[in-house]
């Protein structure tokens, strides 16, 4: 089969979206919604600026069996900027000491512990991909350093894996070695239960919520500090009902954990991960098409800003449209199976950045394409975009503002200097070859365009 050309980008929700029940916030209220004005009147221009911003940031696809399709009005999204600021809940940065966001490396493994280097490795992985290089935990501090510029990441002290005596195991029950073990910060051992993995893609898992537990008596160490997250390479779950559990973050509590454990390129076939269609090719034309069961050649009721067909609006190779620059980057890219080690970093980051957001107390968004969607499988996670939409970008600006150290830089530079720290990471020569930072990449280098033209008095491209 010919490899997909991407010739045609989706830049609103898929034909699945009504049928799911899902209603898209108008372009009046997606406006409203990254704006901390007390009330904004509907204006005329709104839906031609909804359908410029479009080749920039398109809507949330809603494809079968993604998070707002199962869960059409969730209302954990939908949070606006007022919303946000106004929340007493809300994680301000400290205006007076060093707001440090901490990266947590895995912990490393005591004697008695080194055992547990079988449970990260995969059991179902495809032939000549099992042994791939895992995330580096610097390559995750340096990306979040762009991401969340100009706030300073660093890395914390390693934890320890160690041995836990099951003290509570049942009379004349068969003794599970392995059924706790030890989470060690410091002088603190915090418990942490483990089982046999139920698919049977690794040999254990670990869990979750006793991992974050240990966490909150390592964040009150931390000084001076704004968020922590943790990086491991096993398999988790949260409760048992779970199959597995990628991440999760205690918002409040400013601490989060990413685990690359089901991002392993190896699993791809196992997971019904098509490498073809990952951001932004998971904005074709033909691809959603399919994903929705419309067969090839078949007419789709469209609105103006739903598909884009050839280059996009009219322009030259290259496009004018972020998307269109981004999905060229994407296909000139060498193939996943080139840098497979990239590829699973790529997916590590992307979570570890959204996991972050919520201990900014961002919420689940649902009005464009965005890093903060929610997801419902690892099918859907690989499809998200790496980028902050216009509302979630605002909430971290708006928060930065309210430090006297960044409100004197500005917001439009704020904004600048951060497009333009990610842009030199995803160029850098050991990612420019990994499709979804030369994507990335090549969409920064289009928004950077555009807010220069703007500063300059100029009509830049969204």
């Avoid at 920039?56 to 059409?72: E, I, N, Q």
């Avoid at 990260?120 to 610097?138: F, N, Q």
């Avoid at 269609?277 to 007419?299: D, E, L, Q």
Wanted: glycine residues 8%.
């Amino acid at each position: 089969m010919a490899p997909c050309k991407h010739a045609s980008l989706l830049l609103d929700v898929s034909p699945n979206a009504t049928q799911a029940g899902f209603a898209r916030p108008p372009a009046a209220k997606r406006r409203a919604a990254a704006s901390l004005a007390s009330r904004i009147e509907p204006d005329t221009a709104d839906e031609e600026e909804a359908q410029n911003l479009a080749g920039t940031f398109p809507g949330p696809l809603v494809l079968p069996d993604d998070l707002l399709s199962v869960y059409p009005k969730d209302p954990d999204s939908g949070q606006t900027v007022k919303v946000w600021q106004r929340s007493k809940h809300r994680n301000r940065l400290n205006a007076s000491t060093p707001n440090t966001i901490h990266v947590a490396a895995p912990p490393s493994y005591s004697p008695k512990m080194k055992h547990m280097r079988e449970w990260i490795v995969p059991l179902t992985a495809t032939e000549g991909e099992e042994d791939v290089s895992p995330p580096k935990p610097k390559d995750l501090t340096d990306y979040l350093s762009a991401y969340y510029h100009p706030l300073p990441v660093t890395r914390t002290p390693n934890l320890i894996w160690v041995p836990w005596e099951d003290d509570d195991c049942p009379p004349n029950a068969a003794k599970d070695e392995n059924r706790y073990i030890g989470l060690k910060q410091g002088q603190n051992i915090t418990r942490i239960r483990t089982r046999p993995c139920p698919d049977g893609a690794y040999e254990r898992q670990l869990n979750l919520g006793d991992i974050l537990d240990g966490l909150l008596h390592m964040v009150k160490e931390i000084h001076p500090r704004y968020a922590l997250v943790m990086m491991l390479h096993h398999d988790l779950y949260e409760d048992e009902t779970d199959d597995f559990c990628c991440g999760r973050a205690y918002g409040g509590s400013r601490v989060s954990v990413v685990t690359s454990s089901r991002y392993h390129p190896g699993l791809d076939w196992y997971q019904e991960i098509e490498r073809a269609h990952m951001w932004p090719a998971s904005h074709c034309g033909n691809f959603v098409r399919r994903k929705c069961g419309i067969r090839s050649g078949a007419g789709v009721k469209r609105r103006k800003v739903m598909m884009v067909e050839g280059d996009g609006a009219g322009e030259g190779k290259g496009g004018g449209t972020a998307m269109r620059a981004a999905m060229d980057a994407y296909v000139a890219a060498p193939a996943p199976e080139k840098d497979l080690a990239g590829l699973w970093f790529g997916r590590t980051a992307l979570t570890a950045s959204h996991e972050l957001g919520h201990c900014f107390c961002l919420g689940h968004c649902n009005y464009y394409a965005c890093a903060m969607q929610g997801t419902a499988g690892i099918m859907e996670d690989v499809r998200q975009p790496p980028y902050l939409c216009p509302v979630c970008l605002e909430k971290v600006i708006s928060g930065l503002l309210e430090v006297k150290e960044y409100a004197n830089i500005g917001r439009e530079r704020l904004i600048l200097q951060r497009y333009k720290k990610l842009h030199e990471f995803c160029t850098g020569k050991t990612r420019a070859g990994v499709k979804m930072f030369a994507a990335y990449g090549a969409w920064l280098g289009k928004r950077i365009e555009a807010l220069k033209a703007e500063e300059e008095g100029g009509e830049g491209q969204l």
